[in-house]
């Protein structure tokens, strides 16, 4: 599949890479189309692996993961154009982490909004899917690095396609346990893991931990 | 040892029949000392079991339960009154769930405070214990009845020692996996799982779940 993936931080680079491996052409977005970090991350994935600015890596994709930070995510979409978006299923993995007061840094937006949300409402002729932003990049893409992958993903979303869709990828990286939550107001309850996600690295002194939904 | 359970719902009555049938010493804290919820628990709990208002269960007890709605706990901790409180360990059980607009409701206190912080800050000399509030009352009290117990709960608070005294009574009810979150500003994280677990409640259609930090 053409995937975009919009965002050079860790999570939008482990993902493109695995996305890469997984031989899916892969156009990671960033605001610029020469930026370092996308050149870097072009070097290190070889074969498949392309670079341009947001609104190219939409145009030429398919599928879209959004990466970017999630205070700038609704901006960094803008630059990408709701038409080069328009029809297309948008894998949401940000978090609205405001860190204007230090650590631990609150949610921009959380209890009776989301940042899923946000966007589905801004890019109605998106269909936006919440997922993956409950744990490290590492096991995002690599879940069989802890416990053999016997641990809990989520996704939240409108579009009953697009969710098994996306449903398919997680299981190409991975993931065995993937629980639809819902609509894509459920975004809410897996944004809101965050601060527990961050003091649970700090008791368990590892990001290598997720949650499993025992039942 | 004498505790005080404040609360007579769902929650209250689990917890303080549990305590009972581990040989402890049960006053359960409603309103009025004569109130229905209260005489139907003292007739079905047995031994062991007294009921009385706020004020004299928080007196004559050595520790204490918060199982009041999270909404009306700072009035309920009031009419027990500080003097009745101050220099014990407060176990707040209680979640900030704000109904007025229906379902899926929302939480009345969260993401750069909580309803924990908030007694704690209101009861200083009180030591504040979060725990058991991400998982339904039946697996509070007997975490067994799932998975042999292999699951996980959190504790938060500013004491030492009353945390340890807290997780003393969790092993006691079958919990083997504590996780000491820190201070009790980390219940922010805990008491943000309830919009999750509210949603995946739905999602795997039984309260018979819980989280486990698989690390």
New interface residues.
């Given amino acids: 599949m053409r995937i975009g993936v919009l965002g050079t931080g860790a999570v939008g680079r482990a993902i493109a890479t695995r996305l890469v491996q997984l031989g899916h052409e892969v156009t990671m977005g960033s605001r610029s189309a020469d930026g370092e970090a996308l050149k870097e991350w072009i070097a290190e994935a070889g074969e498949g692996a392309k670079g341009a600015d947001f609104a190219t890596a939409a145009a030429d994709s398919e599928l879209l993961f959004n990466c970017t930070a999630g205070i700038a995510s609704l901006a960094a979409l803008d630059s990408a154009g709701a038409e080069n978006l328009a029809g297309k299923t948008l894998v949401d993995v940000a978090v609205p982490l405001d860190f204007s007061?230090g650590f631990?840094p609150?949610?921009a937006v959380?209890?009776?909004d989301s940042l899923g949300e946000q966007i589905q409402a801004a890019f109605p002729q998106v269909k936006v899917v919440k997922t993956l932003n409950t744990l490290t990049a590492a096991l995002m893409v690599r879940p069989t690095a802890?416990?053999n992958g016997?641990?809990t993903v989520?996704v939240s979303g409108n579009d009953a396609g697009a969710k098994e869709t996306v449903i398919g990828i997680l299981e190409s990286f991975g993931h065995t346990d993937v629980?639809?939550?819902?609509d894509i107001?459920?975004a809410?309850?897996?944004e809101?893991?965050l601060?527990?996600?961050?003091?649970?690295m700090?008791?368990?002194n590892?990001p290598?931990?997720?949650?499993?939904?025992?039942?």
Avoid: E, Q, Y
């Fill in positions: 007061a631990p609150s949610l959380c209890n009776d802890l416990a016997d641990h989520f629980i639809d939550l819902g107001s459920t809410r309850g897996a809101m893991v601060p527990l996600w961050l003091r649970l700090g008791a368990v590892t290598m931990f997720n949650l499993k939904v025992v039942r």
